[in-house]
């Protein structure tokens, strides 16, 4: 491991952290802005998670130890799934970081905790956000595998460093690109329970999934949650932003080219954020039924994009 | 409407005897028909009724009524236009109808708690609005018990705690919701018996809020009694005074000025829009669909506002009074209302044109929480609920006071009863009262608001549609006090048709059903 890649790993971690607050927040802005109200100031998620770390953490009496380790364990395995998705500065990959399956299956342990943690108390509510984030994950991993699938076969890697840094021969075609992110936005919002698989605002919680689960959270843990749910969003549309346009990502590490790249990226993600908004505003929340429907458009245009690359 | 009392008399004729009727018929204060029971006749009578369509609206109980036994049983039976009560005199002990009239099941229970009246037959004799913590013999309506603090029990012992309905089976569990929920609504327990996400059962309990306001109104002034009325249920203030100021004005013989009439008209349809509109933003709310909500909660703001300019309060309270308004609105005012109801109506319309377009929403609503339009005569469903369900009840339309006669409103009915038409029903309904209001201030005459009011003694019942339905007000004066005030809201009959509109459906859906349904807790527990 070189001094880069320590560098890398304390860079990507304070940007993911610093910038993953502000992302939820603009979301919020801009949801409200649709509906005509002002909205929270962008800075709001910031002094909720400070108040939230100041608060004292109530457990259930009937819950047990997974309740206390499951924040630690949660935000432990999405930041560590940051470093796999460069966000400013791409260094030589070491390891097996970056590898897109195993950047999968440290979101799969962050969720498998998190619903375990739901169960633990045994509230009904918590059981019921377990049990609907289990079943909505058992549907959309077949999706998820083969979008990520597609991506290999688009950027000939498995390697997200590598497709960043769009070291392989042969760039995508516009098309493709058109197509990927598509898939990688369907998701995105499903990763991160959004409208229409999940509504993060309600406070009903029979309609709750993945606020269900951390509904027994309180104080410290609940703010170690809330962050790495931020930072998991950050992350996501940290892949889709710098797979489809990695303009102004430092491949050396020099401040001026750091600092252009955080700019950049932070208008990047703004402007996502602004999409995710007002995606979410055009449209009621599916019925749980109904919600492959959604992944079959993403199933549909991974496997498009593996038949056009496998046969052109 | 002459003739449709006959449908009561003919109906009594059939089972008492032709010769011995139309004497025993006495007719009440406010067109409503009354006849007194002797023993042997009640189970014909009730079966009699039965059997001809016949709706058992309400059931309440008087203490001290009749000199042949301590507690008269009031029901109150509708067909069409007419309203026939049946006063059945018992002691302790009667039987029970609720196998007959599903909706006495709730009455019967509640006169039970009230009174300490047994029903005999009755297949749920649990405790309604008396939850465990009170005392064993406690019934507080009983004229020998005074309205003071009570002693609660400290510890329940494990037998007497309530006994929900079983429901057992595979893969069946139980998810208990409640009485404390998020967000800032009333107390109620749900229990719902679930296999996956499918709803096979749910039971309510109701009554954590019991505040016992038909004892606190007992020995007040008719006047003093206006401001409980407009108390039992908040955003039914109007509906309920003026329930309240009509019974005592037809015990009184008062006929309001015109005027008077015109101006509660407008407030009562102001009160529906604003509830309805409520309930369009909450319907949004609750399938996620914030861009449509906004719209509808903005505007009703708005209108609580209106409401705020015209009387002084944004419920409305506070200006009914007996003999008709406290004060009159002047006509700069009303001009001003008018100009807000034209705008509203356009802000409305185009509302109603981006959630109607909106597939996801439609999607949500359609075949969602059905309420089959069989269940609306045995459970006395009112109001846009049954509507929605194809019912055709409109207390407006089917017993109108004041100028609905004069200004009739539409009848609106859906035939699905799911929650799209209940949105639909309410949408429309909004539509129709701006209309109406604006047809009112475009004639409304000049004059008085209040006519000299000289309250007698005496009795009568009052019928009025709420924003939830049909809103039922019996008052007894005696003395010049009030000696019984019983209040029956649609919300506590609409109450149970939530318990079949669930079944089947997944419980992500739960409230949004409830919210189409807007039940009131208040108004349920008095």
Redesign the interface.
Same mark, same amino acid.
């Given at each position: 491991m070189n001094v880069d890649f320590i560098l890398y790993i304390a860079i990507n971690t304070l940007v993911v952290l610093a910038i993953a607050p502000l992302f939820v927040s603009m979301i919020k802005k801009v $949801?409200a802005w649709?509906?005509?109200?002002s909205g929270p100031s962008v800075f709001q998620t910031y002094a909720s998670l400070r108040k939230l770390l100041t608060k004292e953490v109530i457990y259930s009496p009937s819950s047990s130890r997974i309740m206390r380790i499951t924040p630690l364990i949660t935000i432990a395995s999405i930041l560590v799934a940051a470093l796999f998705v460069p966000l400013i500065f791409v260094p030589e990959p070491v390891g097996g970081i970056g590898n897109i399956i195993l950047f999968l299956y440290l979101l799969a342990l962050a969720r498998f905790f998190m619903a375990l943690a739901g169960l633990d108390a045994g509230s009904?509510f918590g059981g @019921?956000g377990s049990s609907?984030e289990m079943s909505i994950s058992a549907i959309i991993e077949p999706t998820t595998i083969i979008v990520f699938a597609a991506l290999a076969f688009v950027f000939k890697t498995l390697n997200i460093f590598d497709m960043v840094s769009r070291m392989a021969p042969g760039l995508p075609a516009a098309p493709t690109l058109i197509l990927i992110s598509i898939s990688l936005f369907i998701i995105l919002i499903v990763e991160t329970s959004r409208?229409?698989i999940d509504?993060p605002? &309600?406070? /009903?919680? /029979? &309609?709750m999934i993945h606020e269900g689960m951390i509904l027994e959270q309180s104080g410290r843990n609940l703010a170690l949650m809330e962050l790495a749910a931020a930072v998991k969003l950050t992350v996501l549309m940290g892949l889709l932003i710098n797979l489809i346009v990695p303009l102004g990502l430092a491949t050396s590490l020099t401040l001026i080219g750091i600092l252009i790249a955080v700019i950049l990226f932070v208008i990047k993600g703004s402007i996502l954020a602004g999409i995710i908004a007002i995606f979410e !505003? !055009? @449209?009621? $929340? $599916?019925? #749980? #039924?109904?919600l492959p429907s959604l992944f079959a458009m993403a199933f549909f245009f991974s496997t498009l994009i593996i038949i056009i690359e496998v046969f052109s | 409407m002459a003739n449709n009392i006959d449908i009561g008399i003919r109906a009594v004729c059939e089972f008492l005897g032709a010769a011995s009727t139309p004497d025993r018929i006495q007719a009440g204060c406010n067109s409503e028909n009354y006849l007194v029971l002797k023993d042997h006749e009640f189970e014909p009578a009730v079966s009699h009724l039965a059997a001809n369509k016949f709706v058992l609206i309400s059931l309440f109980c008087i203490e001290g009524f009749s000199d042949r036994a301590a507690h008269s049983l009031f029901y109150v039976f509708e067909r069409r236009n007419g309203i026939l009560v049946l006063v059945n005199d018992v002691n302790e002990t009667t039987s029970s109808v609720a196998s007959i009239f599903p909706s006495a099941s709730w009455f019967e229970r509640e006169c039970r708690d009230g009174f300490g009246i047994e029903f005999d037959g009755a297949f749920d004799t649990r405790r309604l609005f008396l939850h465990e913590s009170y005392p064993e013999n406690f019934h507080p309506l009983k004229k020998s018990f005074k309205n003071a603090p009570l002693i609660t029990k400290e510890t329940i012992n494990p037998v007497d705690e309530y006994q929900f309905r079983t429901v057992t089976g595979e893969g069946v569990y *139980? =998810?208990? =919701?409640g009485p404390v929920?998020?967000?800032i609504i009333e107390p109620g327990h749900f229990r719902f018996s679930v296999i996956g996400?499918i709803i096979f059962n749910l039971e309510i309990r109701m009554f954590y809020k019991h505040r016992g306001i038909e004892k606190l109104s007992e020995g007040k002034s008719p006047h003093d009694c206006i401001r409980i009325a407009e108390a039992v249920s908040g955003d039914e203030s109007v509906a309920n005074a003026t329930a309240f100021c009509l019974a005592v004005e037809r015990i009184s013989g008062i006929s309001i000025p015109e005027r008077a009439w015109y101006l509660r008209t407008i407030m009562l349809e102001l009160e529906r829009i604003c509830s309805h509109l409520g309930d369009l933003a909450g319907m949004?709310v609750? =399938?996620?669909?914030?861009?449509g909500?906004? *719209?509808f909660s =903005?505007l009703r703001e708005e209108c609580f506002r209106q409401c705020d300019c015209q009387t002084g309060s944004r419920f409305q309270r506070g200006i009914i009074c007996i003999g008709g308004l406290e004060k009159d609105i002047p006509g700069g005012t009303i001009n001003d209302l008018l100009l807000f109801i034209r705008q509203l109506r356009k802000r409305c319309r185009i509302g109603l044109k981006i959630v109607l377009s909106?597939t996801?929403?439609i999607?949500?609503f359609a075949t969602t929480g059905v309420i089959p339009g069989t269940l609306l005569r045995p459970l006395n469903i009112t109001g846009p609920v049954a509507r929605a369900s194809g019912g055709k009840v409109d207390v407006r339309l089917d017993h109108p006071y004041g100028i609905y006669e004069k200004y009739v409103p539409k009848r609106q009915r859906l035939q699905d009863g799911d929650v799209l038409s209940r949105f639909t029903i309410k949408a429309s309904e909004i539509m129709d009262s701006l209309d109406l209001i604006e047809q009112l201030i475009a004639d409304i005459p000049a004059g008085d608001i209040q006519s000299e009011a000289q309250v007698q003694d005496g009795f009568a019942l009052s019928l009025v549609e709420s924003a939830r339905g049909q809103n039922l007000c019996f008052v007894w004066i005696k003395d010049g006090a009030i000696e019984r005030y019983k209040v029956r809201t649609a919300s506590f009959c609409n109450w149970l048709a939530i318990e079949h509109a669930v079944q089947g459906n %997944? %419980?992500?859906?739960?409230?949004v059903i409830n919210k189409s349904m807007n039940l009131s807790y208040a108004g349920t527990d008095l």
């Open positions: $949801k649709t509906q005509g109200r009904s @019921m609907r409208i229409p509504n605002e &309600t406070h /009903l919680e /029979l &309609t !505003s !055009s @449209m009621a $929340k $599916k019925r #749980f #039924f109904q | *139980q =998810v208990p =919701v929920h998020a967000g996400e949004l609750d =399938v996620a669909f914030p861009l909500a906004s *719209q =903005v909106t996801s929403v999607d949500r %997944i %419980i992500p859906d739960f409230p």
